[in-house]
């Protein structure tokens, strides 16, 4: 079962640079969501999807976006990177947000913005 | 401001010792959950706590639901080296439709 997919592990970038980190889940999941993981700052939410074509800003989204063109795929763009998105992101889904319901993470893309 | 509250934010005990990590937020939660990440690793579901006052056991892992919903505890007894890890609790707020994380609990556990 290959879960939730992120690739790539690692990648660097010159400042001004655009790329695309991908993301795939093959359990059918309609929920899915990118985090990026900064030392003391635990998890913070950039954007969410609750269905494929429905798409939400999470807590820290500028400089980033995302489209759900399908339930399985949840592509997260940087626009014209900087070193302050320089991070660990993570792709994950649930079946819902709802009562009992948790997610599953990809393994992450660990970025550097230089 | 988080809305969610760990404590403490780290934890270095012997093995075979107890210990015991706290979630706090002033808001209601639907539900708890609990995280263990590795390095270089996504987090990991270990539980969800639904119900208030709700108590679950994994192993020698023991998980709390506060009688009010806006918190939960996790207590490892005879803590192992396996059990070294960055410990977060989630949930999603009764009034939202989203999660959101503690900044965790960065446990070691020395042989």
């Known amino acids: 079962n290959a879960g939730v997919t992120q690739t790539p592990k690692f990648q660097v970038l010159k400042t001004g640079q655009s790329m695309t980190l991908q993301c795939a889940q093959d359990?059918?999941?309609?929920?899915m969501s990118w985090y990026r993981q900064d030392p003391g700052m635990g998890l913070r939410l950039i954007h969410y999807?609750?269905?494929?074509?429905?798409?939400d800003q999470g807590e820290v989204p500028n400089g980033y976006n995302v489209s759900r063109s399908t339930t399985e795929d949840f592509p997260l763009r940087l626009l014209s990177a900087a070193p302050s998105q320089t991070s660990v992101y993570f792709c994950?889904?649930?079946?819902?947000?709802?009562?009992?319901?948790?997610?599953?993470f990809g393994s992450g893309t660990r970025l550097t913005v230089v | 401001t988080q809305l969610l509250e760990q404590s403490p934010q780290f934890l270095s005990i012997q093995e075979g010792e107890n210990l015991t990590v706290y979630c706090n937020s002033s808001?209601?939660?639907?539900?708890l959950q609990w995280y263990r990440q590795e390095p270089g690793e996504g987090p990991v579901l270990l539980v969800t706590?639904?119900?208030?006052?709700e108590v679950k056991k994994l192993k020698r892992l023991t998980f709390q639901f506060g009688d009010a919903r806006k918190d939960s505890s996790l207590h490892i007894t005879a803590a192992q080296p396996g059990d070294t890890g960055l410990y977060l609790c989630?949930?999603?707020?009764?009034?939202?439709?989203?999660?959101?994380f503690g900044t965790g609990t960065s446990l070691t556990v020395i042989p």
């Open positions: 994950a889904s649930s079946v819902v947000v709802g009562v009992g319901y948790g997610y599953t």
């Open positions: 359990m059918n999941h309609e929920y």
């Open positions: 808001s209601v939660f639907s539900s």
């Open positions: 989630a949930g999603v707020p009764n009034t939202g439709n989203q999660f959101y």
């Open positions: 999807s609750v269905g494929a074509g429905i798409t």
């Open positions: 706590v639904v119900t208030g006052g």
